[in-house]
T-cell receptor, first 118, second 114 residues
Framework: AQKITQTQPGMFVQEKEAVTLDCTYD???????LFWYKQPSSGEMIFLIY??????QNATEGRYSLNFQKARKSANLVISASQLGDSAMYFC???????????????FGTGTLLAVQP | SQTIHQWPATLVQPVGSPLSLECTVE??????LYWYRQAAGRGLQLLFY??????ISSEVPQNLSASRPQDRQFILSSKKLLLSDSGFYLC?????????????FGPGTRLTVL
């Protein structure tokens, strides 16, 4: 069955250091998309980065990069030069099997709470 | 650019009272729309989605219903709230078949049922 797994309930990182948030997935779809969202304490879900399964290169968006290892079925989020404002819950998500095209439904992991320490 | 609005931002309701949460999207046409619920400290649960006016699909049997009376308006309702309906409700949109499958979320409504 399709599944997204985030095994780190919480993480600490020192300001200005890099941090990796883990995400593994399982799907039978040959074509799929992987997403990372940030949820600060205000509650809004903020889209960070997207990786398509056929993309040749790992996705990058500013200080965010996605370490995509297809054979290992992992899509870890790397945040470089952490800032205090990066403290938030981070969710990994993927398009539901058969959810492309018309519906584009997503399934989410359980999230990782990141705390950036000064 | 596209924006998504939700209201109210917070709501405290007694058990058995009705509910109406509204979500509107600006700057796009014929979007897919989604309602999620997030219990405290938990992940997101998809409740309903809609690919067009009047087209609603329910993901989880529950005390809630959804409607899409206009292209960019999505409403979540209940006739009688339960304690278990408390949570954070998020609306999201996606361009549908015309674009990316990324979903973009609104600011959410925090509902407390007492």
């Amino acid at each position: 069955a399709q599944k997204i797994t985030q095994t780190q309930p919480g993480m600490f990182v020192q300001e200005k250091e890099a941090v990796t948030l883990d995400c593994t997935y399982d799907t039978s779809d040959p074509s799929y998309g992987l997403f990372w969202y940030k949820q600060p304490s205000s509650g809004e879900m903020i889209f960070l980065i997207y990786q398509g399964s056929y993309d040749q290169q790992n996705a990058t968006e500013g200080r965010y990069s996605l370490n995509f290892q297809k054979a290992r079925k992992s899509a870890n989020l790397v945040i470089s030069a952490s800032q205090l404002g990066d403290s938030a819950m981070y969710f990994c998500a993927m398009r539901e099997e058969g959810g492309g095209g018309a519906t584009n439904k997503l399934i989410f992991g359980t999230g990782t709470l990141l705390a950036v320490q000064p | 650019s596209q924006t998504i609005h939700q209201w109210p931002a917070t709501l405290v309701q007694p058990v058995g009272s009705p509910l109406s949460l509204e979500c509107t999207v600006e700057g796009t046409s014929n979007p897919n729309l989604y309602w999620y619920r997030q219990a405290a400290g938990r992940g997101l649960q998809l409740l309903f989605y809609s690919v067009g006016i009047g087209q609603i699909s329910s993901e989880v049997p529950q005390n809630l219903s959804a409607s899409r009376p206009q292209d960019r308006q999505f409403i979540l309702s209940s006739k009688k709230l339960l304690l278990s309906d408390s949570g954070f409700y998020l609306c999201a949109w996606n361009p549908g078949t015309s674009g990316t499958d990324t979903q973009y979320f609104g600011p959410g409504t925090r509902l407390t049922v007492l």
